[in-house]
């Protein structure tokens, strides 16, 4: 099973889930930060970024002490990801908070971790400072 794991600034465990890349073609890996109102939000880190850069309040909000999501060696659990768009998530969407799942979308030639959060019907990326919304996007899955 995948799970949380406590890290800084650009540092990414060997067993970081790799969720996306940028349009240059580096990696990205799942990100989740407690926000200003508590709540665990998700976004996107790399080893290129000074931290986890969140989807937060209509900006890209940089996070330097966040959790990435690992998946142990020796872990069970088989995750994919599904194509949602309008608020929906399928079963077994990986959640951080109610209503708030961990997911990606298409934008600007990337692939970019990302928060679904259902109550407004849409994904937000952090991108080029500002908390973008996406319609369409993926939702990270436990499928066993």
Not at 10 to 34: D, M, T
Not at 77 to 87: A, L, M
Not at 91 to 117: I, N, S, W
Request: aromatic share 10%; proline share 8%; hydrophobic share 35%.
């Amino acid at each position: 099973m995948a799970v949380w794991q406590s890290t800084s600034g650009g540092n990414i465990p060997a067993n970081a889930v790799r969720a996306g890349f940028e349009e240059n073609g580096q990696p990205l890996f799942i990100a989740l930060a407690v926000m200003e109102d508590g709540q665990k939000t998700p976004g996107k880190t790399g080893a290129n970024l000074p931290g986890a850069h969140i989807p937060w309040g209509g900006k890209e909000v940089i996070v330097e002490n966040y959790e990435i999501l690992v998946q142990p060696p020796d872990s069970i659990g088989h995750y994919e990801w599904r194509k949602c768009s309008g608020g929906e998530v399928p079963d077994g969407a990986f959640a951080t908070e109610a209503g708030l799942y961990v997911g990606r979308c298409a934008h600007e030639g990337g692939l970019v971790p990302c928060k679904v959060y259902t109550p407004h019907g849409c994904a937000y990326i952090p991108y080029g400072g500002e908390e973008r919304n996406c319609p369409d996007y993926e939702v990270f899955c436990r499928v066993k």
